[in-house]
């Protein structure tokens, strides 16, 4: 880095000094006079050739001090990373009270270090997908480190106990798979498979993993299987025949793209939480999916029959009739998942009964009730899972999207955690610990439960503002955007 600098700082002196050289050339010539014979006016394409060398030193030296201090930057985010992996390794081997507090204060010094630089790393990030990731692998890490103090509390006081362990392998579990993904992020979508030995690896850990494994984990982190994505595939596919017609390859375009709108449609008609009027509009409307772009693919093959093929008001008709089934389908996908979006919400109260009911449950080492809460809150649980599912098949941006799939993923794994702790209070009732593990558990669930809440109304006011109608022209409008985009209308609009 220091010869790096060191060579910009030389590039900058010398372009420096050839600007001086051609401004004193420069001077002498006008001196000279009108003819102006001398040597300077005769150097100056020297000059030139010289200026444009000494721009491209000075360019390459800068573009290598700026990729050096970025590696830099990742590598000191990659250390850290690896120094709250190694402390975690240390938590989770610990036997007895006085190791744990030792190693979990230097588990918290290094979370500290790590949320400050993924902090700034985040803040860097060009990439609204990559930035969306960071922010669910750092709220991970922050809102599990609670629980991952009450949980191991629990199993090193209670070290026969079962479902502590459960609770506390969950959390070191789900904390790793969010160092893994900050790792991904920061090397931006470049995972470590092989080491010098051959074997796979994933972030220099062992064991090994093998190239399979990281490309479907890869997968895994970077999938857009959505409907709205599904969706804009068509209508962009469809919208590139005005240009090319309907040849074998768009045809085979149009039918790929078909099908994957019905495999995905599947999430919307196959939940049990989708209302039967719901479910009926969404297949009418996939059938007549189908029947235009059928239409449109005749209408077609019939233009590639003529001589010479050129497109007519027959395919634009064909044309605006699959998009205007598309735009429907959009609208009513987007209508089921608010519906149930909006019921989860007016239900508020809900996760708190439940909640207040498995700790009441556990305190009074009552099974069956506990049992019998416990099958309706994991109910509950896969209701606000589906939710989910559906707001991110809708949602219309990366950041959206990202969040809803994340929010997902801890509903499925944090949320039968509560019932796990629960029953861990039930075997200890008057275990304080055991007590506050369920606390801690249950705030961790409703924190979710909020996300949830408010990525649907993050996603209401997008769809909302993307659906609202262009404004009337008028005199708000800048001059520049009343040219290029009112040209005909223009001088009546200003008259008015």
């Given at each position: 880095?220091?010869?790096?600098?060191?060579?910009?700082?030389?590039?900058?002196?010398?372009?420096?000094?050839?600007?001086?050289?051609?401004?004193?050339?420069?001077?002498?010539?006008?001196?000279?006079?009108?003819?102006?014979?001398?040597?300077?006016?005769?150097?100056?394409?020297?000059?030139?050739?010289?200026?444009?060398?000494?721009?491209?030193?000075?360019?390459?030296?800068?573009?290598?001090?700026?990729?050096?201090?970025?590696?830099?930057?990742?590598?000191?985010?990659?250390?850290?990373?690896?120094?709250?992996?190694?402390?975690?390794?240390?938590?989770?081997?610990?036997?007895?009270?006085?190791?744990?507090?030792?190693?979990?204060?230097?588990?918290?010094?290094?979370?500290?270090?790590?949320?400050?630089?993924?902090?700034?790393?985040?803040?860097?990030?060009?990439?609204?997908?990559?930035?969306?990731?960071?922010?669910?692998?750092?709220?991970?890490?922050?809102?599990?480190?609670?629980?991952?103090?009450?949980?191991?509390?629990?199993?090193?006081?209670?070290?026969?106990?079962?479902?502590?362990?459960?609770?506390?392998?969950?959390?070191?579990?789900?904390?790793?798979?969010?160092?893994?993904?900050?790792?991904?992020?920061?090397?931006?979508?470049?995972?470590?498979?092989?080491?010098?030995?051959?074997?796979?690896?994933?972030?220099?850990?062992?064991?090994?993993?093998?190239?399979?494994?990281?490309?479907?984990?890869?997968?895994?982190?970077?999938?857009?299987?959505?409907?709205?994505?599904?969706?804009?595939?068509?209508?962009?596919?469809?919208?590139?025949?005005?240009?090319?017609?309907?040849?074998?390859?768009?045809?085979?375009?149009?039918?790929?793209?078909?099908?994957?709108?019905?495999?995905?449609?599947?999430?919307?008609?196959?939940?049990?939480?989708?209302?039967?009027?719901?479910?009926?509009?969404?297949?009418?409307?996939?059938?007549?999916?189908?029947?235009?772009?059928?239409?449109?693919?005749?209408?077609?093959?019939?233009?590639?029959?003529?001589?010479?093929?050129?497109?007519?008001?027959?395919?634009?008709?064909?044309?605006?009739?699959?998009?205007?089934?598309?735009?429907?389908?959009?609208?009513?996908?987007?209508?089921?998942?608010?519906?149930?979006?909006?019921?989860?919400?007016?239900?508020?109260?809900?996760?708190?009964?439940?909640?207040?009911?498995?700790?009441?449950?556990?305190?009074?080492?009552?099974?069956?009730?506990?049992?019998?809460?416990?099958?309706?809150?994991?109910?509950?649980?896969?209701?606000?899972?589906?939710?989910?599912?559906?707001?991110?098949?809708?949602?219309?941006?990366?950041?959206?999207?990202?969040?809803?799939?994340?929010?997902?993923?801890?509903?499925?794994?944090?949320?039968?955690?509560?019932?796990?702790?629960?029953?861990?209070?039930?075997?200890?009732p008057t275990s304080k610990i055991a007590k506050e593990n369920v606390e801690v558990f249950a705030d961790m669930w409703l924190n979710l439960v909020g996300d949830v809440k408010s990525l649907t109304k993050d996603i209401s006011d997008q769809i909302t503002a993307e659906n609202?109608?262009?404004?009337?022209?008028?005199?708000?409008?800048?001059?520049?955007?009343?040219?290029?985009?009112?040209?005909?209308?223009?001088?009546?609009?200003?008259?008015?």
């Open positions: 880095m220091y010869e790096a600098c060191k060579e910009a700082r030389a590039a900058g002196l010398a372009i420096e000094k050839l600007c001086e050289t051609a401004e004193a050339n420069f001077v002498v010539d006008t001196g000279v006079g009108g003819g102006g014979g001398g040597g300077g006016g005769g150097g100056r394409p020297e000059y030139r050739a010289s200026m444009i060398r000494a721009a491209r030193c000075l360019l390459s030296s800068v573009t290598r001090v700026l990729l050096l201090a970025d590696t830099v930057v990742v590598k000191q985010l990659l250390l850290a990373k690896d120094k709250v992996t190694h402390s975690l390794s240390r938590l989770e081997s610990v036997t007895n009270f006085t190791e744990f507090v030792k190693a979990f204060s230097h588990f918290g010094a290094e979370m500290v270090e790590l949320a400050h630089l993924t902090g700034d790393r985040a803040a860097d990030l060009k990439d609204e997908r990559r930035r969306a990731q960071m922010a669910a692998a750092r709220q991970v890490l922050d809102r599990s480190t609670m629980m991952l103090l009450t949980a191991s509390k629990v199993c090193l006081r209670h070290p026969e106990c079962l479902t502590s362990r459960e609770n506390r392998d969950t959390v070191f579990c789900q904390m790793r798979r969010a160092m893994d993904l900050i790792h991904y992020v920061v090397k931006d979508g470049v995972l470590d498979s092989v080491n010098a030995h051959g074997e796979a690896r994933i972030n220099g850990q062992s064991p090994a993993e093998s190239p399979g494994s990281l490309r479907t984990r890869q997968e895994d982190w970077d999938n857009n299987h959505t409907m709205y994505g599904a969706i804009r595939h068509l209508e962009d596919s469809v919208e590139m025949t005005r240009m090319t017609l309907c040849g074998p390859a768009v045809r085979d375009r149009l039918c790929q793209a078909v099908d994957t709108i019905c495999e995905r449609m599947q999430d919307f008609t196959d939940s049990a939480y989708t209302s039967h009027e719901h479910r009926e509009n969404i297949l009418l409307l996939l059938d007549r999916i189908r029947l235009q772009v059928n239409q449109l693919l005749r209408v077609g093959m019939n233009l590639e029959q003529k001589e010479p093929p050129s497109p007519g008001d027959e395919l634009e008709t064909a044309i605006n009739a699959v998009l205007t089934a598309t735009r429907e389908m959009k609208h009513q996908l987007q209508t089921t998942a608010l519906v149930q979006a909006e019921e989860l919400v007016r239900g508020a109260c809900e996760e708190s009964e439940l909640i207040s009911a498995l700790k009441n449950a556990g305190l009074a080492t009552d099974q069956e009730r506990l049992d019998e809460y416990a099958d309706r809150f994991l109910e509950h649980i896969e209701h606000i899972q589906e939710v989910c599912k559906l707001l991110r098949h809708i949602a219309t941006t990366d950041s959206l999207q990202v969040a809803a799939k994340y929010g997902e993923i801890n509903l499925r794994i944090y949320g039968p955690q509560v019932v796990t702790a629960a029953q861990t209070l039930c075997l200890y609202k109608p262009p404004e009337k022209a008028g005199l708000r409008i800048s001059p520049s955007a009343w040219e290029t985009r009112h040209d005909q209308q223009a001088p009546q609009a200003y008259q008015a």
